[in-house]
C-alpha cells in the first residue's frame, strides 16, 4: 500500500465550476498535509498546508482534512483554465518524512 | 528571496559518464531534500539531509548515486556511471521551519541520458 494514494484522473471541469480533488494516507500519525500545484514542465509550488481537522479556506481554494478517515480533499472554487495543472497531495509521516502522491492531472475546460 | 537554486537546468550526457547535479537551498533553511519524478514513478525522495547531515537516503536507488551537503548553503546530488534509466527530472527542495514542515522547491534540472 502506498502512503499517499490520489487518483492520477484526468479530471475534467468545465469554467466556473468546482473542482474537487481527493488524497488518502496510510499513516494515522501523520501530522502536517499540503496540496501542491505542478505546471507542466515547471516545479510544485504549494498552495495550501493544513494540519488540523476541518476546512481551511484561501481565496478560491478550500483544503479538509479528516484524520479519522485519513483524508485529505482540495476543492477549487470558479475554477479557471489557469488551474490546469497536475495537483499532488503531500503528507508528513510519523517519523517526519516527506510523502507524495502520484498527482491528479486537472483540465478546466473554457 | 532567491527561492531554491539548482544547476544546470538542463543536462545531457551519455551513458556511463558522471553527472553532477547542484543546489542552493534558501538561506536560513535546515533541511534540504532531493527529488526525482518521471512519469511511470512521480516524485521519489531520493535523500534528505538536516543540518548539513544526511538522514534518511533510504530513496537513494543505488550505489551510483551519491549526495553531499558539505555546508548549510550548498548540495550536490552526484550519478556515476550515468545510465539511460536515469533519466528524470531532478528536483531539490529545501525547508526552514520544521513545525510548518513546508518544502520550497527549485526549478529542477532535466537529465537524459542517451
Known amino acids: 500500500q502506498k502512503e499517499v494514494e490520489q487518483n492520477s484522473g484526468p479530471l475534467s471541469v468545465p469554467e466556473g465550476a468546482i473542482a474537487s480533488l481527493n488524497c488518502t494516507y496510510s499513516?494515522?500519525?501523520?501530522?502536517?498535509f499540503f496540496w501542491y500545484r505542478q505546471y507542466s514542465g515547471k516545479s510544485p509550488e504549494l498552495i495550501m498546508s493544513?494540519?488540523?481537522?476541518g476546512d481551511k479556506e484561501d481565496g478560491r481554494f478550500t483544503a479538509q482534512l479528516n484524520k479519522a478517515s485519513q483524508y485529505v480533499s482540495l476543492l477549487i472554487r470558479d475554477s479557471q483554465p489557469s488551474d490546469s495543472a497536475t495537483y499532488l497531495c503531500?503528507?508528513?509521516?510519523?517519523?517526519?518524512?516527506?510523502?507524495f502522491g502520484t498527482g491528479t492531472s486537472l483540465t478546466v475546460i473554457p | 528571496d532567491a527561492g531554491v537554486i539548482q544547476s544546470p537546468r538542463h543536462e545531457v550526457t551519455e551513458m556511463g559518464q558522471e553527472v553532477t547535479l547542484r543546489c542552493k537551498p534558501i538561506s536560513g533553511h535546515n533541511s534540504l531534500f532531493w527529488y526525482r519524478q518521471t512519469m511511470m514513478r512521480g516524485l521519489e525522495l531520493l535523500i534528505y539531509f538536516n543540518n548539513n547531515v544526511p538522514i534518511d537516503d533510504s530513496g537513494m536507488p543505488e550505489d551510483r548515486f551519491s549526495a553531499k551537503m558539505p555546508n548549510a548553503s550548498f548540495s550536490t546530488l552526484k550519478i556515476q556511471p550515468s545510465e539511460p534509466r536515469d533519466s528524470a527530472v531532478y528536483f531539490c527542495?529545501?525547508?526552514?521551519?520544521?513545525?510548518?514542515?513546508?518544502?520550497?522547491f527549485g526549478a529542477g534540472t532535466r537529465l537524459s541520458v542517451l
Open positions: 499513516d494515522r500519525g501523520s501530522q502536517s
Open positions: 527542495a529545501s525547508r526552514g521551519q520544521a513545525v510548518l514542515n513546508i518544502q520550497y
Open positions: 493544513i494540519y488540523s481537522n
Open positions: 503531500a503528507v508528513t509521516g510519523t517519523g517526519n518524512q516527506f510523502y
